[in-house]
């Protein structure tokens, strides 16, 4: 399995503006004093080994990931803005003429979760098939809604794909296609949200974003360890640092980097993915904010080797 990230960041989509391009521009000048720079190779070399907030971004996309099984199906996380990008990826492979199949798992329907739907291109293209899976009652609802005038000049009821509701209930498992099978799990989040637990061949990529974990909670006992058991990768609500979490932004219905390791840890799972960023951290503080989990692994659980990435837009992720 291959895990492929289109949209990491969180509530809000949260691009660069010019000001952050010149400075990581700048970044990297100053760090090419000095270097022999003559070659093609030696520029790639030399990009390669500048630190990621310079020669990248954690991107600003909503939520959207895809997990790539090898099947000739889609199978997708959530609608953010991301989701944009991967339907223009489809089509540039395919072009408009050979219809696909999509299978869509949506963790619930605030706006960040579905935003990207609207621009989503294959939706407007008879013969493909969106199936779109959730707990919510309401999520057809939602998408006409937020589809429809005066917030959107295209009807969703107008789209030329075939597009169908599939209601799971939490706790039973599903055999969706290719061998997937999933499980899903209630969350706490304002109106609920809901994880999931895909297995594919022996290995388990579990999706858990909206969802707050009190601190003083965690222990072996703890639902969410269950959930996460052995996963060989976590995408975990990492929104806040844990004292914002435990102070001003108590019950906003997210979790930290610290609250995200100790339930990795917890649950033995394999790689912890940080992921729904905070529009308000720029990249330099993602970086800080990603050595800092790191640090606090090692010393929380010195013997364990828990892998911890910190998801940005592109990033690609085999399992
Ligand atoms: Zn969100
Ligand atoms: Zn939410």
């Not at 599939?166 to 209630?186: N, Q």
Request: aromatic share 12%.
């Amino acid at each position: 399995m291959l895990v492929r990230f289109w949209g990491t960041r969180g509530s809000l989509p949260a691009p660069l503006n010019y000001l952050a391009v010149r400075s990581k521009i700048r970044d990297a000048l100053v760090a090419a004093r000095g270097e022999n720079l003559s070659s093609d190779q030696a520029i790639e070399a030399f990009i390669d080994r500048l630190p990621f907030p310079t020669r990248g971004t954690y991107g600003g996309n909503s939520s959207c990931v895809e997990l790539v099984t090898g099947g000739d199906e889609y199978l997708l996380c959530d609608l953010g803005s991301g989701v944009r990008e991967f339907g223009n990826r489809v089509l540039g492979k395919y072009g408009p003429g050979q219809p696909r199949r999509y299978h869509v798992f949506l963790s619930h329907l605030h706006w960040d979760h579905i935003m990207g739907f609207p621009f989503f291109t294959p939706a407007y293209i008879p013969g493909n098939v969106i199936r779109i899976y959730g707990s919510h009652k309401v999520m057809r609802e939602a998408l006409e809604r937020q589809q429809s005038n005066p917030t959107f000049p295209v009807d969703f009821r107008t789209l030329g794909a075939t597009i169908e509701f599939v209601e799971l209930e939490p706790g039973r498992s599903y055999d969706i296609v290719g061998g997937v099978s999933v499980r899903s799990f209630v969350q706490n989040h304002a109106g609920n949200s809901y994880g999931y637990r895909f297995s594919h061949q022996n290995k388990i990529v579990v999706y858990s974003t909206d969802s707050e974990h009190k601190y003083e909670t965690l222990d072996k006992t703890y639902p969410f360890v269950e959930h996460f058991r052995d996963a060989d990768l976590l995408i975990f609500d990492a929104m806040y640092s844990l004292a914002e979490q435990i102070s001003v932004k108590e019950d906003w219905g997210h979790s930290s980097n610290i609250v995200g390791v100790e339930l990795a840890q917890l649950a033995g799972a394999k790689h912890l993915v940080m992921f729904h960023h905070e529009p308000i951290h720029d990249d330099h503080m993602l970086e800080r904010i990603l050595a800092e989990t790191r640090r606090y692994a090692e010393i929380n659980d010195p013997g364990r080797k828990l892998t911890i990435t910190s998801a940005y837009d592109g990033l690609e992720i085999p399992v």
